[in-house]
């Protein structure tokens, strides 16, 4: 089974930076693509950006266009989020997401098999 472990969450203030990791432990399944979402309090789940594992090719959300910048290492086990010119609206719960098979939107939850636990960001303005 395929786990995926998320860090570097944390508390910023309006402005700054945070970069979030995202672990692939026990990769034993075909994995494609992989994806960072985010959930605030009250609110859906909402896809933030998702990078395919094959080509590096990238897709973000509206709302962190040219802030946000989503990357995989060589190895193809760790994909990040480097956050930057982060706002209060930014404050959320980031998951990290991986799955293998094509179709629909890129940001429907339903697509992804594998979650991680989540990492908390905080944003204060």
């Known amino acids: 089974q395929v786990h995926l472990v998320e860090s570097g969450g944390g508390s910023v203030q309006a402005g700054g930076s945070l970069r979030l990791s995202c672990v692939v432990e026990?990769?034993?399944?075909?994995?494609?693509?992989m994806a960072w979402f985010r959930q605030a309090p009250g609110q859906e789940r909402e896809g933030v950006a998702i990078?395919?594992?094959?080509?590096?090719?990238?897709i973000y959300a509206d709302s962190v266009k040219g802030r946000f910048t989503i990357s995989q290492d060589k190895g193809k086990t760790t994909v990040y989020l480097q956050m930057n010119s982060l706002k209060a609206e930014d404050t959320a719960m980031y998951y990290c997401?991986?799955?293998?098979?094509?179709?629909?939107?890129?940001?429907?939850?339903?697509?992804?098999?594998?979650w991680g636990q989540g990492t908390q960001v905080t944003v204060s303005s």
């Open positions: 990078i395919y594992t094959g080509n590096d090719a990238t």
């Open positions: 997401a991986a799955g293998s098979s094509y179709g629909g939107t890129w940001s429907t939850t339903t697509r992804y098999k594998y």
């Open positions: 026990n990769y034993t399944d075909v994995i494609n693509y």
